[in-house]
């Protein structure tokens, strides 16, 4: 979960929606038309509307084909070649001198043409009726949208505007918008506060596109110590932190309990936090401590957000541990978990190891953004280093692939749950309320929204798709404890009793009423 800062608007209009006109009615290219055996050219036809039908009436030799432009109109394509020279008649070519047979004839090859009085009209009838057809759903539209507004439904009026914005109406876009500036506030409703990030994401969509997305975030960020303040207050008042830090150390404290030398490498050290509670437990293990050593690896919005490379959180680490007795120590690596290769990662022989990917793996791009799929092929590193437990604590919500308008209607549906559960820790008046959302939830929101392609660093996907992915890479899967379930419970008794925990396929799920929020599984 990550900063936010604000965006620009632009400016709005509403102009009325033209409706489209039909496509018109064109006769396809009707080659070689015979009549008893002559082939008739556009030229020849002229020639038999005009002339008497009082003798015989010799045909060229070479045929020519008859065919209508695209306006109805007929096209004559020329012969290749003419006898005309030769003189010599064609007696197959010949017509008797019957002016009546010659018009029957004639009527009934434009019968064939160009068809009867009636097919005519009912082509106009039909145009007509697609006319009708386009201006009533027209209407509809229009209707169903000013009713959405009326009765205030902001979900509807938020998705009605994705949706035109997907379909490239801008007129539309840009009328829903200005009605949803109306009805959004930071201030308002848990609903509210949300549409105004959803509303500030598709303003940014509608910008632009791209790195410009970010580039136009006017707001400044907040200073490093107040960042770090609004995601302490964040991790505090909802469980979703401590939930997924809890039920990882867990399963790492259940694989460690007889090893002696540990090595854990966490791909998102963050604070360090989530090892505080991991190093007083093990202080704790009958017969001692093992020796831990703990490899960090660093991103860049908690490296601003702690003012300092690793090395703070490596000696707040190393300083906890001593006061305990737990032999320590905390190796720094300074590289992204995209470009990280075996040897950056310092595993020796001798150590158990654990592999923690919490909040992370979702900000790996996969087969849908690079070819290289990193967010596979760390999988497969990691695997190679056999470890004895790797834990995996991610968001449960499907962001990842989705098209834009069943993403944005997962995105307000998973961030409805976690705007309701903020509003019930921190009332509306509480002065750092809207600082935590602003900078903590809605940058990625944001995010979701506005960005595409390799822009678009917030991909969550479901733990269904995580399993997949593990199984792919190897791994086979490593069921919790039920001491962690009875460990996260008494930690739920603390807050809301509409938070939910439900254990499924040895993998457990935190909730907010009927929404599942957050998954932690491990695996081996």
């Known amino acids: 979960m990550r900063a936010t800062e604000r965006h620009g608007s632009v400016s709005h209009r509403f102009d009325e ?17 015979v009549i008893q055996g002559t082939h008739l050219s556009a030229h020849n036809l002229d020639q038999y509307e005009s002339s008497s039908a009082t003798s015989n009436y010799h045909v060229q030799s070479s045929p020519s084909s008859l065919s209508f432009s695209a306006n109805g109109s007929p096209t004559s394509q020329p012969d290749l070649q003419s006898n005309q020279s030769s003189g010599s008649p064609i007696n197959q070519s010949c017509l008797t001198n019957d002016g009546g047979g010659l018009s029957h004839k004639i009527r009934e090859l434009e019968s064939v043409l160009l068809g009867n009085e009636s097919d005519v009209l009912d082509i106009y009838g039909i145009t007509s009726q697609v006319r009708h057809n386009q201006v009533s759903s027209e209407e509809q539209n229009w209707k169903q949208m000013t009713e959405m507004i009326s009765r205030g439904d902001l979900k509807e009026v938020l998705c009605a505007c994705a949706k035109a914005l997907a379909e490239n109406d801008m007129s539309t876009t840009e009328w829903l918008m200005s009605n949803l500036r109306q009805m959004v506030s930071v201030s308002g409703e848990p609903i509210q506060r949300l549409g105004a990030y959803m509303l500030e994401g598709l303003v940014a969509r509608l910008a632009s596109t791209g790195s410009c997305i970010y580039a136009s975030l006017r707001c400044k960020e907040p200073a490093s110590a107040e960042l770090l303040s609004y995601m302490h207050i964040l991790y505090e008042v909802c469980p979703y932190f401590k939930f997924g830090y809890m039920s990882a150390n867990g399963a790492i404290a259940e694989a460690m309990k007889d090893e002696s030398r540990v090595h ?34 660093d991103d860049s919005t908690s490296a601003y957000a702690r003012g300092g490379g690793l090395d703070l959180v490596g000696k707040r680490l190393s300083r906890l541990a001593e006061s305990y007795k737990v032999p320590f120590e905390f190796r720094a690596a300074g590289i992204s978990a995209s470009e990280v290769q075996l040897e950056d990662l310092g595993v020796q022989t001798g150590e158990a190891l654990a ?72 009332p509306r008046e509480h002065k750092e309320r809207i600082n935590v959302e602003q900078h903590c939830l809605a940058r990625e929101i944001v995010n979701i929204i506005a960005c595409e392609g390799v822009e678009r660093v917030e991909r969550t996907e479901l733990l269904s798709k995580w399993r997949s992915r593990f199984i792919m890479a190897g791994f ?9 379930n009875a460990t996260i419970k008494t930690l739920l008794q603390s807050y809301s009793e509409k938070y939910t925990l439900e254990e499924r396929d040895g993998a457990l799920y935190l909730g907010w009423m009927n929404q599942a929020l957050v998954a932690s599984c491990a695996w081996r």
């Open 17 to 33: 929606q033209p409706v489209e006109e039909p496509e018109s009615y064109g006769f396809p290219p009707i080659h070689n038309v």
């Open 264 to 297: 854990i490498i966490d791909f998102q050290i963050a604070q360090g936090s989530q090892w505080i509670t991991l190093i007083q437990a093990l202080a704790t293990r009958p017969g001692g401590p093992p020796h831990v050593r703990l490899t960090g690896i």
């Open 355 to 426: 592999v923690n990917f919490a909040f992370m793996l979702h900000h790996m791009p996969d087969e849908s953004v690079s070819i290289q799929n990193p967010r596979d092929r760390l999988l497969r590193v990691v695997k190679s280093l056999s470890p004895k437990v790797v834990t995996l604590v991610e968001q449960e919500s499907n962001t990842n692939t989705a098209p834009f308008c069943p993403r944005f209607a997962e995105t307000f549906s998973y961030f409805s749950a976690v705007f309701n559960s903020i509003d019930v820790a921190l």
């Open 476 to 484: 086979s899967p490593y069921p919790l404890s039920p001491i962690i």
